[in-house]
């Protein structure tokens, strides 16, 4: 490999470097102990350097022989290449002598020729990059390491090295020092101590755990679970980082492979080949930023300057973080807690220098307001930039864009929107409402006001002193003031305003004037399986409620969850969504409400409806931590901490909703949108824990939820001030409740004063760390399923078949890896019943078949992978799965001598036989990738085909995306109702399909030690099957003529002189070529011929009931899939 001449010192390595060859510009050098005449690794010399390069972060450590420049008379040199062999080194240095070496005889100075030499190699250098994953300005070092990691793990050559750290490998106690490679499908350890090697290769998508942790003897190490394996990684110079980039990559490659509904969704992740080491710490990054200030996802967090901001209200800075992205500025102090602000650069008017001396800018915005940050690093710099943004921001596209008011002043409202979005919903205002439908079917008498309404009023006077100290639009500044208030209840004429503007809809909505509108004439009409469960759902959602007892309501669900579902079909609609959506139409606005359920469903609560409720359960995973954190004393008792998964899960999918009477839930509802998911785990712990001494009472799991049932129903809202008709929990009196009344605001209040301080960025992290648990949980249930259903069918054992269930599963990963796009990545689809969440395509079976089979030594084994494949797929998709899969192998395994050699006579007719060699006759028996894939799909029907009588078992995903399951209940029943087949049933063999399945026999007894014999063996049988054609013939037709076509056989030529193999070959093939073709048409066999044949010959059956050793058979297979799969 050439490398960027980098100066170096050549008296300091004369002891660890010994020359080779030189001349009077170059010298060859060898690492000492590496290549030493007479073969070893160099005895101690080998050992101690090789130990020594292992661990040293120099050149030495990556190849054993490098080129150094020189120059006559100069102590300078400078190294221009290195080799991992002598044969790639040899032709370094020939390449020089034969294209440099004359060149530099023309130059007059040292410097002259120096100069040349330099640029030469950096030339080739750059020529090298063209295509390769390594580009020129990528540091030396990183080269160096690629080279190294290529050698070291001999992974395909796509796979991209992302970063490499030094650190120390624990086994057991003994920490091995040794070189961490992170890349994008693989962690990777190597290490080289005193003549002991270790090579760690772990698939990302094998890790289940992925946290920092730390102990007596390891102060501070990352602690990797794969497998049921740990491994424990430490003495990183960065851990922090090293930690972060781990965990983006376990991330992506778990939505890359798992979870599809989230990553088809994020172009930025289907090149594997363009993740590097700064991108995933700047999207790492941007994540947090994004889901911290609740900004829409395409925004990228772009810079971060430490700074003060000015608190008007209070007169004081508050020392934070200033973080920019395309369209936002925003600060947090440090806690977190005490100060935050959003500016949107749409509403920014100016940006100025504010004090030069104090590196202070002031930003205006459109309410008259001005934030001014100072000790701001690089201001100069600053504010032009910020202008620039500004001016971009206010473009023609972005003008349309408003700042969005809510008030309960209607014609505020207009003025705030411009006359923008309402103005679109004016011309519609017969499709969609314009009220929120507590103001329709409850409107509040300013006249009579009863005490509950002055508390009411009483609560809005507080909000307004807050507006006017701290702005009321989207920036307004967001402090402890403003939890203490959320905390007591939004006042219900505020609760849709601050929903948008605490949630970030605000931000959706303003950006996207007149959206809803079309989403809902787009929407309207449409017919789909969404569509289907939103109309059972509707009436279902708070049917108590006079608002959803009307149609106003009821087609204002409709609307809003209908759009939802056309604007993303990817989650459709999920139950818990109705009841969700229904709350808010309440308190805001239809288009509101509608975006609204867009920062629910796509930020605040991400994957949580989806098919598989991945992010509900995350939730749940860190929900239980906390309590096993918070609440030992519960976990002590707990004997099963699922228990508080499955009471739980109501109280995440609904926040609370389905659990507490709606004027409570509400309040809770408040605290969520300010404070996300941090809000319900914290109101979860507090519930558990004002129950705790009821719970550890209960002696099963159906009394504690009854406890908390019972706790449920006795939550009250004192201050509500809705009429008791619309209240759930004004029907149960004091007297009769067996749990006294507990208020929610003092049971929100109690939640923040315990468990407030759990911070925004550790529920983060404890998310981050529970997905990959979560996902891995579910492929575990995924695969146990699997094995129940296939284990019934097979005679393999179980342990070997959950073997050959994760190398069915790691071929349909690797096959994904290192294709951008890959269309493998469409075969799993998790939405399915178990056993068709994995397929395989053929060339995937082709590889597992070479790795698997007991007959892949044939010499045409791709054909017999092909027919195989072809005789599994039934339904003729191009897919088969791991239940087929398993069935043919276990035939070639533990089957019988009848059901091999049945299985043999299938492969060479037709559904499943094919010609093969026709197509490339050049190639002989191999196969190319397009070749297989054109000859498995010969005879399928086209997608575009019409719907047979069989379209049910064929298709049983029809209907619109969604799984039909009356077409699975079906293929379940016809596979019931299917009775073994008889040999009787079994159509002819043709004469061509006999020829082939003569040479398909003949090469599997190759490398046979009774290869010989059965030759012999299978020539007489095929010799007799042909005469016993022939007189069948004769028999049936005795007047035709009687030259006979049958060649001379006899027991004398099956010993002939030529060898077995290519003598019986050749008489097979002369007697099949030669055997009449009358008007009756070509001669065949039945099955019951050929194995009665096949019988009488005690080699065969021998042959075929030989054992397999099936175990030795799945070691050597994990041991080399992968290789196999990097050579494709």
């Not at 969520?672 to 809000?679: M, Q, R």
């Amino acid at each position: 490999m050439w490398l960027r001449p980098e100066e170096l010192l050549l008296k300091s390595g004369l002891n660890l470097w010994a020359p080779e060859r030189a001349n009077r510009y170059f010298v060859l050098q060898r690492r000492r102990g590496y290549g030493e005449e007479g073969g070893g690794g160099g005895g101690l010399a080998g050992l101690l350097v090789g130990t020594l390069d292992a661990v040293l972060d120099s050149t030495s450590k990556v190849a054993p022989f490098r080129i150094v420049h020189q120059t006559p008379d100069s102590q300078v040199y400078w190294t221009i290449a290195c080799g991992a062999t002598r044969e790639e080194i040899t032709a370094h240095w020939e390449w020089l002598e034969d294209n440099v070496m004359k060149t530099l005889s023309v130059f007059d100075s040292n410097e002259d020729i120096t100069s040349f030499v330099h640029g030469k190699i950096r030339g080739l250098i750059a020529e090298e990059s063209k295509g390769s994953l390594i580009k020129e300005e990528d540091p030396e070092r990183f080269r160096e390491a690629h080279m190294k990691f290529e050698k070291s793990f001999g992974l395909a050559e796509q796979e991209k090295l992302v970063t490499y750290y030094s650190c120390s490998y624990w086994r057991g106690r003994v920490p091995c020092q040794g070189w961490l490679y992170l890349s994008t499908n693989f962690l990777s350890f190597y290490s080289f101590l005193l003549g002991a090697e270790i090579k760690l290769v772990i698939s990302w998508d094998d890790i289940s755990r992925l946290e920092k942790t730390s102990n007596v003897i390891l102060t501070e190490s990352i602690h990797v679970c794969s497998r049921g394996e740990d491994h424990y990684f430490s003495m990183f110079l960065h851990i922090g980082e090293t930690f972060l980039l781990m965990e983006q990559l376990a991330l992506y490659a778990v939505r890359r492979l798992f979870d599809k509904e989230t990553f088809e969704g994020d172009p930025v992740l289907h090149d594997p080949l363009q993740i590097t080491k700064r991108g995933l710490e700047s999207r790492a990054h941007s994540e947090q930023f994004n889901a911290f200030f609740r900004l829409p996802k395409e925004e990228s967090l772009r810079e971060v300057h430490e700074c003060f901001l000015w608190v008007p209200f209070s007169h004081y800075n508050t020392l934070g973080k200033m973080c920019i992205s395309e369209n936002y500025v925003c600060f947090a102090s440090q806690d977190g807690s005490l100060c935050c602000v959003i500016l949107p650069l749409r509403e920014v008017v100016a940006v100025e220098v504010a004090d030069p001396a104090s590196k202070a800018i002031s930003i205006a915005t459109r309410g008259k307001r001005a934030f001014r940050f100072s000790e701001v690093r690089d201001w100069e710099h600053l504010v032009p930039k910020l202008k620039g943004r500004c001016d971009a921001a206010a473009s023609p596209q972005h003008a349309a864009s408003v700042e969005v008011s809510i008030g309960p002043n209607p014609d505020a409202v207009l003025e705030d929107y411009e006359g923008q979005p309402m103005a679109s919903l004016k011309g519609n205002s017969k499709m969609v409402s314009t009220e929120a439908l507590m103001t329709v079917f409850h409107p509040q008498d300013a006249e009579n006001l009863d005490a509950k309404m002055l508390k009411e009023k009483m609560k809005e006077q507080s909000w307004n002193i807050l507006f006017v100290e701290c702005g009321r639009r989207v920036s307004m500044f967001r402090t402890r003031k403003t939890r203490d208030l959320i905390v007591r209840g939004i006042p219900e004429v505020l609760r849709g305003e601050l929903w948008l503007l605490f949630s970030g809809a605000v931000n959706d909505m303003a950006t996207s004037p007149g959206y809803y509108t079309e989403l809902v004439e787009r929407s309207l009409g449409t017919c789909t399986l969404a569509t289907d469960e939103i109309e059972r759902d509707l009436r279902r959602s708070l049917p108590e409620h006079p608002a959803f007892q009307s149609d106003t309501g009821i087609s204002a669900l409709r609307r809003v969850l209908t759009a939802y579902a056309h604007r993303n079909p990817k989650i459709g609609y999920c139950q818990a969504m109705n009841i969700l959506t229904s709350v808010l139409l309440l308190y805001a606005k239809e288009e509101e409400a509608f975006w609204l359920l867009v920062a629910v469903c796509e930020r605040m609560l991400p994957d949580y409806f989806n098919r598989r409720i991945i992010g509900a359960l995350v939730d749940q995973a860190v929900f239980e931590d906390l309590i096993r954190e918070r609440l030992p004393q519960l976990t002590e008792h707990m004997t099963d901490m699922t228990f508080f998964s499955s009471v739980s899960l109501s109280w995440f999918l609904t926040l609370f909703i389905s659990v507490l009477p709606i004027e409570s839930a509400v309040n809770v509802v408040d605290c969520f949108f300010y404070d996300g998911i941090k809000a319900i785990l914290q109101l979860g712990l507090a519930v558990l824990d004002y129950n705790m001494d009821s719970l550890l009472a209960c002696k099963d799991d159906a009394e504690a939820v009854t406890v908390l049932n019972r706790f449920f129903d006795s939550v009250t809202n004192k201050d509500s001030p809705l009429p008791p008709a619309v209240q759930q929990a004004s029907g149960v009196s004091e007297a009769k409740s067996p749990h006294p009344k507990v208020d929610i605001t003092d049971l929100i209040r109690e939640s923040n004063e315990k468990y407030g301080e759990i911070r925004f960025e550790e529920v983060e992290c404890m998310r981050r760390r529970n997905r990959l648990y979560v996902i891995q949980t579910l492929e575990v249930t995924t695969k146990q399923n699997v094995l129940r259903v296939v284990s019934q069918d097979v005679k393999i054992s179980p342990s070997n078949l959950e073997e050959l269930y994760e190398i069915f599963k790691k071929e349909h990963f690797l096959s994904c890896y290192w294709t951008m796009r890959s269309p493998a990545l469409r075969h799993h689809d998790p939405s399915l019943p178990y056993l068709d969440q994995y397929r395989i395509d053929c060339q995937q079976f082709r590889l597992l078949f070479h790795l698997l089979s007991p007959w892949a030594g044939c010499a045409n084994r791709d054909s017999l992978a092909l027919w195989t494949f072809r005789l599994l797929d039934e339904n003729s998709d191009g897919l088969i799965n791991f239940k087929e899969f398993a069935g043919a192998l276990d035939i070639m395994y533990h089957g019988s001598f009848t059901h091999k050699l049945k299985l043999l006579f299938k492969l060479h007719i037709p559904p499943a036989f094919t010609e093969v060699e026709s197509l490339s006759p050049s190639k002989g028996a191999q196969l190319s990738k397009e070749e297989l894939i054109h000859l498995s799909q010969l005879n399928l029907s086209s997608p575009g085909d019409s719907v047979d009588a069989d379209g049910l078992k064929t298709s049983p995903e029809k209907g619109k995306g969604k799984v039909d399951i009356q077409a699975y209940l079906k293929q379940w029943q016809d596979e019931l109702l299917k009775k073994e087949e008889s040999i009787k049933d079994l159509p002819r063999m043709g004469q061509s399909q006999f020829i082939q399945f003569s040479k398909t026999l003949y090469n599997l007894f190759h490398g046979d030690p009774e290869e010989e014999l059965l030759y012999r063996a299978i020539a007489t049988v095929t010799s007799l099957l042909l005469r016993m054609e022939e007189v069948g013939r004769k028999l049936q037709s005795p007047t035709s003529p009687g030259k006979s076509a049958m060649p001379p056989m006899s027991d004398g030529n099956v010993g002939d002189a030529r060898g077995p193999q290519e003598a019986q070959t050749e008489d097979v093939s002369a007697a099949a070529l030669q055997s009449p073709s009358r008007a009756s048409g070509e001669w065949s066999f039945a099955f019951e011929q050929i194995l009665a044949s096949l019988m009488n010959e005690p080699a065969l059956v021998k042959f075929f009931e030989k054992p397999v050793n099936v175990k030795a058979k799945l070691e050597d297979a994990k041991a080399s899939q992968l290789k196999a799969r990097a050579r494709v």
